[in-house]
């Protein structure tokens, strides 16, 4: 079996029963495992066994329900000229319609029809001009509901079909038999006008609505945006412009200062400062130089320099960003699955609802009873379209994505999005997440005393960096490179030797020079009592000390010279992305493979009053669990490699992004701009998308359980208020693009 899973457009859809019928129509095709149908993307995401299904077979059940399910793959480009096609054609039928339909008001409403001329009083003038609108403004409505009556399906296309096409023939009838009429005691008097501005209002809703959802994937459109179109790569001596689609990997590739990075790869030569902030969120040009990893689509600031480019086409990193956010995107959260149950009823209960309004009104209806009758049925088939219920959630989900994609905040999924603003606990794992992960020094402190000779802290440091420059210990790095930093010049070393658990010795010049911990200064019979009070100090403070020792070329007692203190360094943004959850009244817990006293002198600096600390990597998954079972909703947050495990056990994983690809496999969320800010900001950010889909389901239901029994005409025997088709299909229009509004209102939210 070879599982697949791939997204499809799919045409036609318009209301949470459109989704309800082409979901279940691609899940009873043999062979699909799972589908999710996407209102606001008009897309489908389908998992399924490519052994015993193809595309064909699904666009094949989709066609059946009255949808077309798109198996073309087109470029971004081509889409948006299709959708722009689209548009420009929706708005020539809503400019057809509601100019066709207004004429026919004015000669036909009473009040209106005084001021019009006599000619437009003429019903054959009213048909002529109200066909065009029926049959092609309309004819989206009539394609999507014939074959779905074929399949005793029904959808908002097939209510519509309905209320407008008995107002349509009713008053044809009329126009082509009025005597029939009149002899029923009823007054000839077709209702062409509510036919076309029915139909008019609608596609006017679905224009508006079309251009605001256009406006809710402009992450997507942004992140595409950023590719660069070209790279100048370096072949056979020669610098070459070619398209971003035939560079490969290996290829050299030069890029020059103001120019955008075209792909992925490791800087060759050459350095610069590069503003990753269209990836990353962070506004900071990042410096670069030789062995540096450099991301397609970001800015090259200042310099010139050449990379081999490491990954190409779909396996960027930016690629893979576009993917997850349309994945995220196009995925359901749990609280839409109450809009899915209620649509899947909705439609054969509103039409149930039509005929008994139709009928209690024909029966019990003061006269003329049959066009009561007729009118409140169209009323309530048109008021009671669900579109607003099924772009409640997509919309605010695709919003909410986006805003994070912008700001460097990967969301999986939305039932991710949904989860994180339920958050009450947040682990850090301390190494790496916390702390940069890389050891740097804190603390230089010279001895003084006269055997020593010496001068300054830059004397201890050259000293310390000399005999270290041999060394292979991650600590010895560091201290090379703060030397480095620092303008340390070092010196040369003979007779080095790196002793196992103790340090390193060996000739700086005419000096023999002890460097590592006090087994190396015991070994060596040198006297270190007068600092223990320090050095207890700063190993309290969570940090490594290393004591340097000197003995003159001719003296035989060696001499303690100085300290030199490291430390795995606190990230900038960790205190303050601990003090924003904390502000919050989410739980904050450290978790570390180190020793207690290490863990609680980082943990203190942070503000963090639980911690675990010696937990091996294995072991922090069941920690998690263990969070879990006093009743919290835990999030983890780690490097997304060896923290793979507990990431996948927590409520919510969130990586610091490292742009791997197993970084953002085994999170929920991914943090690209490497932030722990951010953690705040995602949870935030989490529960204003909730609370807006909440409030757009709200007002959804609302709408239909206020205006169906309005429409119905409930409110005629106390008040005498009848609802018009007219004005239900605008009311049906505004609710749609309210709700849409509402979810673009989302992208005020600052993170």
Known sequence: MTEVKKSFPIKGMHCASCVRVTERALKKTPGVKDAVVNLATAKASVTYDSDTCTPQHLAQSIAKTGYALELEEKTEEVIQLEKKKELQTLRNKVIVSLGLGAIILWGSFPGLINTSPAFLHSFWLQLLLATPVQFWAGSEFYRATIPALKHRTANMDTLVALGTTVAYIYSAFVTFFPSVITNLGIEAMP????????????????????????????????????????????????????????????????????????????????????????????????????????????????????????????????????????????????????????????????????????????????????????????AVLIIACPCAMGLATPTAIMVGTGIGAEHGILIKDAESLEIAGKVKTVVFDKTGTLTKGKPEVTDVIRIMNHESRIKDDKDILRLAGSIEKGSEHSLAEAIVKYADEQEVKLDSVTKFQAIAGHGVEGMVGNKKVFFGNRRLMDRGNINYGSMVQTIELLEREGKTVMMLALRQAQGKQSQLAGLVAVADTIKDSAREGVAALQKKGIEVVMITGDNQRTANAIAKKLGIDRVLAEVLPEQKEAEVRKLQAEGKKVAMVGDGINDAPALAAADIGIAMGTGTDVAIEAADITLINKDLRSVSSAIELSKKTMRTIKLNLFWAFCYNIILIPVAMGVLYPFFGILLSPIFASAAMAMSSISVVSNSLLLKRYKI
């Open 191 to 378: 209702y062409f006008d509510v036919a076309a501005i029915v139909i008019g209002l609608i596609l006017l809703g679905r224009y508006f609505e079309a251009k605001a959802k256009g406006q809710t994937s402009e992450a997507i459109k942004k992140l595409i945006g950023l590719q660069a179109k070209t790279a100048r790569v370096v072949r056979n001596g020669k610098e070459t412009d070619i398209l971003i689609d035939q560079v490969v990997i290996g290829d050299v590739i030069r890029v020059r200062p103001g120019e955008k990075i075209p792909i992925d790869g490791e800087i060759l030569e050459g350095e610069s400062s590069i503003d990753e902030s269209m990836i990353t969120g962070e506004s900071i040009p990042v410096d670069k130089a030789k062995g540096d990893i450099v991301i397609g689509a970001t800015m090259n600031k200042t310099g010139t320099f050449t990379y081999k480019a490491t990954k190409v086409g779909s396996d960027t990193m930016l690629a893979q960003i576009i993917k997850l956010v349309e994945e995220a995107q196009g995925s359901k959260a749990p609280i839409q699955r109450l809009a899915d149950v209620v649509s899947s009823y909705f439609v054969p209960i509103v039409i149930m609802i039509a005929f008994l309004t139709f009928g209690v009104w024909y029966i019990f209806g003061q006269q003329p009873a049959f066009l009561f009758a007729m009118l409140n049925t169209i």
